[in-house]
């Protein structure tokens, strides 16, 4: 059973005006912009703006994190929309749960950039990462919704470039099917107060550009996973995207790849940016732990 504020929060997502018959980028980058305000960094933390191999990005050291240990990450938004300000409530809350700095970029978005901009984007503050002299077992790669689909992609990346990959990877209700073709896209639209098919296939159209919705960097669940790092893959059981992450979690069990697999029950997509719900607080504890263990802090 969610907590009673998850319950409040669903209901004032399902009171939303519904999305615009045309959308308009403009608007809707607008109005994820102004969620930033429920969820500001964590008190204590330091915010440094920087240039990651010309990706604008910003470090986010929480209380108690230092910068031998660090995390890339990739925020959600349907390769569309969001940036480092939607998500540094959340970067700043993994730093302090993981004792790691995080590395919040902001990848190209489309339709101005589409596929693979991003891909690139996030393989460049990788690398960039690594060229500040941190070792690669000292890093993690997390992301969450297209920037959970990320994540993954980037490994694929990294991996198939011959690039040293990082400890463990953490994706929160990733998006990792451009084709929407999982059962709940259909099956728990009505239950999901937050994403829908029509919505989401715009933002796959804009992405895609006219590509294959198949391409592995573009839908891992579709490509070969071996040799992945430890993944941790946490979702909301009422999401449209559920079987995104439980096909990816099978994908990647299937290719000898470790993963910790968290569904919470009764609740919604990106659960985890609402820093208020006591359900983000144990994710994301449960998200700094994983790193913690895999990056080599005791």
Request: glycine share 12%; net charge negative.
């Amino acid at each position: 059973m969610p907590s009673a504020e998850a319950q409040q929060l669903a209901a004032m997502f399902r009171a939303a005006p519904p999305p615009l018959e045309t959308p308009d980028v403009g608007q809707m980058r607008a109005t994820m912009e102004g969620m930033a305000v429920l969820g500001g960094p964590e008190p204590g933390t330091a915010l440094e703006p920087v240039d990651a191999a010309g990706v604008p990005a910003e470090w986010s050291v929480g209380p108690g994190a230092s910068r031998d240990r660090a995390f890339l990450y990739l925020h959600g938004g349907g390769y569309v929309i969001g940036s480092i300000a939607t998500h540094r409530g959340l970067v700043s809350r993994l730093s302090a749960a993981s004792g790691a700095a995080g590395l919040a970029v902001d990848y190209r978005l489309a339709p101005e950039h589409p596929f693979p901009a991003a891909v690139h984007d996030a393989v460049a503050a990788y690398r960039w990462l690594l060229a500040q002299g941190i070792e690669p077992g000292r890093i993690a790669i997390a992301g969450d919704s297209a920037g959970g689909g990320l994540t993954v992609a980037t490994l694929l990346a990294l991996r198939d470039a011959g690039d040293r990959l990082p400890a463990c990877a953490v994706v929160f209700s990733p998006w990792t099917d451009l084709a929407l073709e999982g059962a709940s896209m259909d099956a728990r639209d009505a239950r999901d107060p937050m994403v829908h098919r029509q919505g989401i296939q715009q933002m796959a159209d804009w992405y895609l550009a006219g590509q294959d919705p198949r391409q592995p960097l573009a839908s891992p669940i579709y490509g070969d996973l071996r040799g992945l790092p430890p993944l941790l893959i946490q979702v909301g059981t009422e999401e449209t995207l559920y079987d995104d992450a439980v096909r990816l979690a099978l994908r990647a069990i299937e290719a000898g790849v470790p993963v910790a697999f968290e569904p919470y029950d009764g609740l919604f997509h990106v659960f985890q940016l609402f820093g208020m719900l006591p359900e983000a607080g144990q994710a994301v504890a449960a998200a700094g732990a994983f790193i913690r263990r895999h990056t080599g802090e005791a």
